[in-house]
T-cell receptor, first 116, second 120 residues
Framework: AQSVTQLGSHVSVSEGALVLLRCNYS??????LFWYVQYPNQGLQLLLK??????LVKGINGFEAEFKKSETSFHLTKPSAHMSDAAEYFC??????????????FGQGTILTVHP | GAVVSQHPSRVICKSGTSVKIECRSL??????MFWYRQFPKQSLMLMAT?????????EQGVEKDKFLINHASLTLSTLTVTSAHPEDSSFYIC????????????????FGPGTRLTVT
């Protein structure tokens, strides 16, 4: 069974500072991993995804994440935070097979606050 | 491409009434649609998976007679909350997945903007 753990329900950074949101996963098969962003009262927007190939993936709005199999991690980073990055971020793993094929399991979410 | 819409965006209803939420894939055919609910300050919880033309598969603990899901076409799925009660108040989000045509990938889910249901 797949599971996702996001370390830290709240992260606060200053504008211009590095953003690091942590995600660890558990999967019995090679995972497909995703990061989504959610603004208040809105649906989810895909930031980036890892399926196969290059382990460092770049997404929209300057975000990137690195898949580290040995650490079962998929942390999200951005070199310089912007006020507009303030939102809730969800890490998710895709079920690759069996009766749960195609389902996403989400982490608990991390609220990012950006201070001026 | 890959746009999913939901209607309505907000709905307030009285306890005991039923509410229907529509989820549409606007520019692709969705062979599978997923329905999630999200309580305040919590993550998304999958309620059910619906495949076009077949019965929905509900997650454990989700009452199928209370949350009726219909996926009658490749672009439309509906969630009906029957005899709604205040505890059903939540943010309901749908997503859609396709086999994959062009740039729309098979493993990605495309999310709607959500529907805020308030039951008074």
């Amino acid at each position: 069974a797949q599971s996702v753990t996001q370390l830290g329900s709240h992260v606060s950074v200053s504008e211009g500072a590095l953003v690091l949101l942590r995600c660890n996963y558990s999967s019995s098969v090679p995972p497909y991993l995703f990061w989504y962003v959610q603004y208040p009262n809105q649906g989810l927007q895909l930031l980036l995804k890892y399926t196969t190939g290059a382990t460092l993936v770049k997404g929209i709005n300057g975000f990137e994440a690195e898949f580290k199999k040995s650490e079962t991690s998929f942390h999200l980073t951005k070199p310089s935070a912007h006020m507009s990055d303030a939102a809730e971020y969800f890490c998710a793993v895709n079920h690759a097979g069996g009766t749960s094929y195609g389902k996403l399991t989400f982490g608990q979410g991390t609220i990012l606050t950006v201070h001026p | 491409g890959a746009v999913v819409s939901q209607h309505p965006s907000r709905v307030i209803c009285k306890s005991g009434t039923s509410v229907k939420i529509e989820c549409r894939s606007l520019d692709f055919q969705a062979t599978t649609m997923f329905w999630y609910r999200q309580f305040p300050k919590q993550s998304l919880m999958l309620m059910a998976t619906s495949n076009e033309g077949s019965k929905a598969t509900y997650e454990q603990g989700v009452e199928k007679d209370k949350f009726l899901i219909n996926h009658a076409s490749l672009t439309l799925s509906t969630l009906t909350v029957t005899s709604a009660h205040p505890e059903d108040s939540s943010f309901y989000i749908c997503s859609a997945r396709t086999r994959g045509v062009g740039t729309v990938k098979t493993y990605e889910q495309y999310f709607g903007p959500g529907t805020r249901l308030t039951v008074t």
